[in-house]
């Protein structure tokens, strides 16, 4: 198997090296292809050096697999490009999630959409991915109605720059403008403004959660309102997550369905102080979701708390996993 990862040098693409090797993906070579910039240099991969190449470079050796993780602009452009030479791409940027003639997967819920022909695939966004994991069985059993989110992202979610603002501030040092990935100081301080913000004063990040949510589980009609902010955090993304379903629930049911469910560990013993918390899920896989609870002022609705290593599930695992169902199911490799 001849893996491309599109980005290798950035925050992702350093975590997609990682996963790659623990999960044991059957990778015989590996091509870390980033920016011109970064041509020449070198990545450690099963403890061999490899060579950052270029795009076109890429293309010409014709990988079987290229998962991108370079922004959206870059995946607009190039992913085409390797789609056309044969390449099964697995974007992870924006670019193609709301196309309708792309399929937008997390592979514990509709894995089984996809086929062979399928070259360009979208992976969600990291802060939808951990959330429709822990409401698809909620949805099959009750029907979601309305859902309420709020969100409390990690700085990891902006990227490397975001990460040097929080350790600089941190430290007391102050920066310039143009050292900063945010427009006010991230340190002892939360930001409600994830991405840009559109023309109906919500954010970008926060209508994701709206389109990509009613995508996944195929139903335009359930409504979505959220709120996203940016918090302090390195190791993973939490939401805060108020559902209203079609039909009365029993909570010991919701748990039970969240218990066999793939993907989701469940910690929710609060008598204890046992919840989820993105400092126990940094380097995890798993979405783990806690704190269920019957909404007192609506008999359909309930309280949940949700939490995920936005750079493991929310990113490099998720297209990994849906590498590894097109690998399963002889669409790529020879």
């Given at each position: 198997m001849k893996v491309a990862i599109v980005g290798a040098t950035g925050l992702v693409g350093t975590v997609m090296l990682k996963a790659l090797q623990e999960r044991n993906f059957p990778v015989t070579e590996l091509l870390a292809v980033a920016s011109e910039k970064s041509i020449g240099k070198t990545l450690l991969f099963k403890e061999k050096e490899i060579k950052v190449i270029?795009?076109?470079?890429a293309i010409s050796r014709k990988p079987d697999v290229a998962i991108f993780s370079a922004g959206g602009n870059t995946s607009l452009e190039w992913a085409p490009n390797f789609a056309e030479a044969g390449v099964?791409?697995?974007?992870?940027?924006?670019?193609?999630?709301?196309?309708?003639?792309?399929?937008?997967?997390?592979?514990?819920?509709?894995?089984d959409a996809l086929?062979?022909?399928?070259?360009?695939?979208?992976?969600?966004?990291?802060?939808?991915?951990?959330?429709?994991?822990?409401?698809?069985?909620?949805h099959r059993a009750y029907g979601i109605k309305r859902l309420i989110i709020s969100t409390y992202q990690s700085i990891t979610g902006t990227g490397v720059k975001a990460v040097r603002q929080y350790e600089a501030e941190k430290m007391g040092q102050k920066l310039s403008p143009d050292e900063m990935a945010y427009p006010h100081p991230i340190?002892?301080?939360?930001?409600?403004?994830?991405?840009?913000?559109?023309?109906?004063?919500?954010t970008k990040e926060e209508m994701k959660l709206v389109h990509?949510?009613?995508k996944i589980l195929k139903d335009p009609n359930i409504r979505i309102s959220a709120t996203a902010?940016?918090?302090?955090?390195?190791?993973?993304?939490?939401?805060?997550?108020?559902?209203?379903?079609?039909?009365?629930?029993?909570?010991?049911?919701?748990?039970?369905?969240?218990?066999?469910a793939p993907g989701i560990t469940l910690v929710d013993n609060p008598k204890e102080n046992e919840y989820p918390m993105p400092l126990t899920a940094n380097g995890q896989d798993d979405v783990f979701v806690?704190?269920?609870?019957?909404?007192?002022?609506?008999?359909?609705?309930?309280?949940?708390?949700?939490?995920?290593?936005?750079?493991?599930k929310g990113?490099?695992?998720?297209?990994?996993?849906?590498?590894?169902?097109?690998?399963?199911?002889?669409?790529?490799g020879k």
């Open positions: 270029g795009m076109k470079e099964t791409v697995i974007d992870n940027s924006s670019a193609w999630r709301m196309d309708p003639s792309k399929k937008l997967i997390v592979p514990e819920i509709n894995a086929t062979k022909d399928d070259k360009i695939i979208a992976n969600p966004n990291c802060s939808t991915i951990q959330m429709v994991a822990a409401l698809a069985p909620l340190f002892a301080n939360c930001l409600p403004h994830c991405d840009v913000f559109l023309d109906n004063d919500y990509e949510t009613q902010v940016r918090v302090p955090v390195l190791g993973g993304h939490s939401e805060a997550v108020n559902v209203e379903f079609d039909k009365i629930f029993d909570i010991s049911d919701v748990k039970n369905l969240l218990q066999k806690g704190r269920i609870r019957r909404d007192i002022s609506s008999d359909k609705a309930l309280n949940m708390w949700i939490v995920s290593d936005n750079l493991r990113a490099a695992t998720n297209a990994i996993q849906i590498a590894e169902y097109l690998n399963t199911k002889g669409f790529i």
